[in-house]
């Protein structure tokens, strides 16, 4: 399995990292998933969206759920972008790209990658209201 | 001996700093560092049912033997996405 | 909801698709989903696929789908482009996008939508043998 | 009464045409057309368990009643995707 891990402060171009795609013949599906900053974070306004990671320890996690991702389902590869810093609303915080050779399986490990993120890798946000 | 703690999120808020250092004793365990933390940033007790902790790169718990130069990380419930 | 089908002989053309999406600060998870042509079909080695669609049956499903889609999940929005025609392998056949607030309603809209279209949107694939 | 049917996909190979006409009795159902069909066209016959038939854009079953002027189309499971 292929792996990407980037954790940038810069932005994210999605168009660029299609044009970038290695063309497979073997992978029937391909997931891309984007997180993006709504404009309230729990029913209050926000503005902007603060990202810390605790970079280390977040990027041997995300090899560790990407091991668990090769062991359970046949991917070919993952990609996955996380932005640190400030993120405007309608931005994406989060860019993953997973390629299977079915869908069932592309969609399972999207799906469990997300879902261990969000319990294990050490981010945070810090919301900055429309009025400061 | 010594070990490092470092706080992230608001638990650097909570305490005014982003790292601290705590002289623990041999064998001494997670539980006692944070019986020690929570004297002297008296804030993160309120927290203390939802903090996570590591060692290094690696989640542990309050068992945990602490060695000597451990690198200990205290934050709140991760968010990312 | 809003929808939009595109049935085309023509390619797929993702990084200006990702690039004419409307921004939403209402959006926080954004799917796309595409289905490529892979090097073998039914474990025979093919070149291409050539795909034919009943076009007017096929637009009437795909709009119950999302008829059914808007009735389901808060879906802010779906695109989805069918090629017909002859697909190279390794070009995509299928771009499916799905936009909602949260990632569950996302993804299982979208899974709804493939699944539901290969179960009932009139529309075929011939394979090219490699050898001929 | 006159009934246009269509076929898709290797029916149309099985068939030898892409449309043809049928003249059916009034009330008859699509049972009846498929019964003349397969005399027509033995080569559907096989595919009788796994055909799909479509009267304009909507799928219907072999109870249904045809009228003059329906399009019925006729094809094998579909594969989009």
């Known amino acids: 399995m292929k792996r990407e891990l980037t954790i940038t402060s810069g932005p994210l171009d999605e168009a660029a990292l ?44 995300f090899t560790k759920i990407f091991d668990q991702v090769e062991t359970r389902w046949p991917i070919e590869s993952i990609r996955l972008i996380h932005r640190i810093g400030a993120v405007g609303t309608g931005e994406a915080s989060l ?31 810090k919301p900055v209201p429309v009025a400061s | ?16 700093c982003a790292v601290a250092e705590e002289i623990i004793s041999e064998n001494a365990k997670i539980a006692d560092l944070m019986n020690q933390l929570y004297a002297r940033f008296p804030k993160l007790t309120a927290m203390a049912n939802s903090t996570l902790i590591a060692v290094g790169v690696e989640y542990q718990g309050r068992s945990y033997v602490l060695r000597e130069g451990d690198e200990v990380s205290l934050f709140p419930p991760v968010q990312g996405g």
Chains 1, 3 share one sequence.
């Not at chain 1, 891309?32 to 320890?57: K, T």
């Not at chain 1, 050779?101 to 946000?125: L, N, S, Y």
């Not at chain 2, 001996?1 to 005014?16: A, P």
């Open chain 1, 18 to 61: 299609a044009l970038g795609r290695e063309r497979s013949t073997k992978a029937g599906a391909v997931i891309v998933f984007l997180g993006v900053v709504r404009d309230e974070e729990n029913s209050v306004p926000i503005s902007i969206l603060e990202y810390e990671a605790f970079e280390g320890m977040a990027r041997h996690q």
């Open chain 1, 95 to 125: 860019w993953v790209e997973v390629m299977a050779p079915h869908r069932g399986e592309a969609f399972a490990a999207c799906q469990f990658t997300i879902d261990e993120m969000k319990r294990v890798v050490p981010i945070w946000k």
């Open chain 2, 1 to 16: 001996m010594k070990v490092k703690v470092f706080f992230y999120s608001y638990f650097k808020d909570l305490t005014g």
